[in-house]
């Protein structure tokens, strides 16, 4: 049994550094990979046991105990896999997000992964991205909220200094106050409050809170429900260069809210969604938005404008890719049985939305927008040129199909690599592919898709990469990979859904609990 | 809820003939409920996509409103304009977020009897209440008129306020006796907070008015926090507040102000005004 790779990112050359190498991040469980596609190899590779050696001094003196020591019993009993991956624009960073809340931050000096800050959010984050300024990271959580925080966390703060966190975090205690409860005698109208009053009254000190996490936070924005994905937007208005923040959330909203340091102001939304939305994905150089969620349908917005242009359906996608030298022949035949199996699925989660490199029928460079349906072995594909279309006629989309599930996506050049559940030993869990306009005439924009071999050769390595602990059962590893479908809203019952997070009695599902 | 079958008979069985007011201790509910938990509600999928012609039939209008269709806030996703929405000739310009009984908005309506005012509760059972009050006040004062401007809805206003209203549509908002929450793990519960406070502000128009009233001072300085924190509102100041109706109103007239002031307790008001967005840095 083998682990599948769960996140990518890619590293390429920058136009301020055009002399580096492509190189590959390939998160396995809970350790970081970097392959190097120049050498063809896996140049550095980080795992949480490294961690706990290299404990970073930007600890408070306070917390630098704590941290010690969570490291090093999370590191023995089950080290946290790496859920959220990403780079900086300048390509000399990297950011991962762990299973335990955690945000840490690598440097890429030398070719080598060095980890060199780690910081426990508040709520395990669901979305993460680095600014283009370089220095300054947004992270969305489960919770609701869109925290910023600086790539690089400052040096320990002064002992007794207050932390900037601009939110309602609780107070600091400090040593024991007198309880002094909020509820007076004029406020407390019933008798079984009122008896909880006094009780209250005749209670001498508060119990310690927990310590509040002391390093540079700043709440942006938050929603009340369940935030899934946040996408920063650039807009050219006038000359002047704006910056918007976009949020998804389960409730169905999408939400467009000015950059920081404005990010407190909403300009719009984008409604319309009939079930959660899951994945955002701006396409570059326009004003389009395309989600997807809960639904059979994406839907593509002009998000300035907070109008939808058109949906695209899933169920329709009409041609079928055949992919050369892939073992797909098998597939093929019962072809119809991987779309007819989507278009009988009442339930489709999407869990990817990509825009990768194409060629057009002219060699001119092109995009395409690939999306992921939550357990299906294949990716829709479509160019992004279709999604300007509003005539009432939905653009044909084309299925890759693939072996397995694809989990995420990475663009390298030209070429776009793709990660799949394999779990058997012997099965890639990684392809690359080049994608371009099928040759003649192009009614429905047909795809083509191609393996890039010399890729795949370089790509090797990786595939064949044994992963030395391997626990990793079945449910676990679908718990990590396929976590989608469960944002779905079930209606007609009262479900502890959030509220469970920060409510461990139960309280949810409250109309009939006691509350005192 | 073992209670509510029985109370609905005795409800239907008591009610009489139309017109006569219904009575609160067939619709009474608990005072908690929770805005996290994924109750049965229904909202509209957009502003445009409500009919509000169902709340104020008297407003109704066959011909497009003076919503203007062009505005993307508020068409409706459908790009083929397939379904069409039946309209009011004006927009809901007063909100009471968690009206309860209804006691602020029956002594508001009749004060501008061309605004449209609107109650948003939680509770079924109170927005039951809060309909059939509507209803009967209108029959009773049809000559007048009075009471066709107002009506409840049931929604949850932490998630789904921008499902109800576009964006400047609001020019008050009233929160009166909001749940205190009072434990530090629930606070994200409270009515208000920085990040609830950016969605206040998306519906209010500039210059509009957030007016707040409770008997617990904790939840009195949270608030005055709160909206004193975020960018987009100033604290109305004391003389300016002493022209406006609406405060007197809100001090006297809900059932929560008439029970605290029957146990001798203190109201503390706030109110805060909504500012121009400045522009994009």
Redesign the interface.
Known sequence: MQRPYQCLAAIGPTPRNPTSNFHLLAACGPRLLLLSLDEGGIVSEWSPADAVAEVPEDDEDGGGERPKKKQKTAAQAKPANIIKLTTSCNEQYVVAVTDDKCVRVFSLVDGKLREISQRCMPKRPCAIQVLPDNTTIICGDKFGDVYSLPLHPEPALEAGAEPSVATETTPEIKGKQAFKPSATNLTVHTQRNRKSLEAQMAQKAFSAKKEPLKFDRKVLLGHVSMLTDVAYAIRNVDGAERRYIITADRDEHIRISRGPPQSHIIEGYCLGHKEFVSKLCIVPGTDLLVSGGGESELYVWDWAAFTLKGTISLCDAALSMRVPGMNELSKLDSNGSVQDSISAKKDIAVSGLWVVPCQAQDDTKEAALLVAVERVPGLYVLPTSKLHVVDGKEPGLTLLNLDHPPIDVACIGDSFVVTLDAREEGQDRIRAFKMRHAPGPTQAGSMECTRDEELEEKLRCINTHAVTDSGAEAKALDDLLYGVANLRKRRGWVEPGKAGDDDPDGEAGAEDVAED | ?AGAPKKRQKRDESKQEEGQMPQKKFYRQ?A?????????LTYP???AAMDWSQHYPAFATTTPSSIPTHD??T?P????NEIQVPQISQQVQIADIGCGFGGLLFALAPKMPSTLILGLEIRTSVTEFVQEKAKALRLQHASSGLYRNVSCIRANT???L??FFV?GQLSKIFLCFPD?H?K??K???RIV???????Y??VLAAGGRVYTIT?????HLWIAK?FEG???FERVGEEELEGDECVETMRRETEEGK??ER????KFVVVFRRLE??P??
């Open positions: 809820m608990r908690h409920a929770n805005p996290f938990s994924d109750h049965d999928a957009s502003p993307p806030r068409t996703p459908d790009p083929n932490m998630k789904f921008p499902n964006k205190p009072f530090a793990r606070h994200k519960a907070s920085g990040t609830l406070n950016s969605e502000a998306f008997d617990v001072e904790d939840l709160h975020h960018a987009s029970k605290v146990n001798g307790g203190r967005d400045p994009c840095p």
